[in-house]
């Protein structure tokens, strides 16, 4: 039997993104009872062990520290691992007779000012050398696969795709559940959603400007909610905020549990995902997994999850946002044909299946010779 270890540390420091992948991943792996020991590194600050039958182990060394790589080696040294999975990109140098690593998005590569200096000199520095020394490489899109083919000379078949799930929790609600929604969030129904953290790659901006021209355009419109906590540089998109004195037309949602997201999906008109850049967009296939219809970016990966649903903008244009608004709000007949393919389209990706693939890359990573 094989002893593999998945890198969690980083769920004790964050939310969302990277964390949900690792924690969702793990969630599922532990549903199919992999024929492997499976130990989970936990950071020691954690504050509660994750509710799976794994093993877990704490560790000292913290994420993206500047000796982490070296730190983390000799940590874990004694386990002798046959594969050490890191969820976020950048393994030890030496955890593991293997090593499998998850690379969501190269951000920092195409668009290193909407990160922090910090973050981007992590991933900068070692994202070349991470590629190199990983025997295998799990991407949760084909827009990844591309760029690291193009950007890092990744040979394809070191590579494997694997999409992100949409939890069962995820599903159209009745209309009891959406009042008690309601009087739970203390939110309309049929609002223009964001979901995501509110800094620069997200395009927020964009997405208001487009809202403030619909506004010009017609005289009942919904109110525009954003769910997120504020990011790295949230002050200038603060200022502009202010700016466009949107008043009580705008909500800000910054502490929603997760528990709560399907609600907030299932209360929504439409989801906007305006961003710049994205490695895969879970907030597009949570929506349609709830039947509501996404309006995203015609970037990166954003129309490779959507499909043939919903409608592309250009995250430059803020009038192609006004015009796809406009289309969702007035087309009713379009619209509800467009939830049941949505509903349709979200079934394909579940979190069971991205478990098997990692199961796979496992097995072929400890078959190499």
């Keep these: 039997m094989a002893h593999i270890g998945i890198d969690a540390r980083l769920l004790a420091y964050r939310t969302g993104g990277i964390s949900t992948y690792t924690r969702r991943l793990i969630s599922a792996l532990n549903d199919l009872t992999p024929p492997h020991e499976i130990t989970i590194g936990i950071s020691r600050k954690q504050s509660a062990p994750l509710p799976v039958s794994f093993a877990s182990t704490a560790l000292w060394t913290p994420p993206h520290h500047r000796w982490e790589r070296l730190a983390l080696s000799v940590e874990l040294a004694r386990y002798r691992f046959d594969i050490w999975h890191s969820p976020d990109f950048i393994p030890p140098y030496r955890g593991a007779r293997r090593h499998v690593i998850t690379v969501h998005d190269l951000t920092f590569w195409h668009y290193p000012q909407y990160l922090t200096p910090e973050g981007r000199a992590y991933y900068n520095d070692q994202i070349k050398n991470a590629v190199q020394q990983a025997d295998h490489i799990l991407v949760v899109s084909e827009a990844t696969r591309r760029d690291l083919m193009d950007i890092l000379d990744v040979p394809t078949d070191k590579m494997t795709i694997q999409p992100h799930g949409a939890g069962d929790q995820y599903r159209p609600f009745s209309p009891q559940e959406l009042v008690q929604a309601q009087n739970a969030l203390n939110l309309p129904q049929g609002y223009i959603l964001h979901v995501g953290t509110l800094e620069p790659r997200k395009n927020i901006i964009g997405l208001l400007e487009g809202y403030r021209l619909l506004l010009d355009r017609m005289s009942d419109v919904p109110p525009v909610v954003l769910v997120g906590k504020p990011g790295w540089l949230f002050q200038e998109t603060q ?131």
């Design 239 to 369: 200022q502009k905020i202010d700016a466009l004195n949107l008043g009580d037309r705008l909500m800000w949602r910054q502490n929603i549990d997760d528990a709560l997201l399907p609600a907030v999906y299932n209360l929504a008109k439409v989801l906007v995902t305006p961003s710049f850049y994205e490695g895969f967009g879970m907030p597009a296939l949570e929506a349609m997994a709830c039947g509501i219809v996404p309006i995203v970016s015609n970037r990166s990966s954003l129309p490779e999850v959507v499909g043939e649903m919903g409608l592309l903008i250009d995250p430059d244009d803020p009038s192609t946002i006004t015009t796809a608004l406009q289309k969702a709000l007035t087309d009713e007949t379009w619209y509800q044909a467009q939830r049941t393919a949505a509903l349709e389209r979200a079934r394909g990706y579940t979190w069971a299946h991205s478990a098997q693939i990692a199961l796979d890359v496992y097995a072929q990573v400890l078959d190499k010779k």
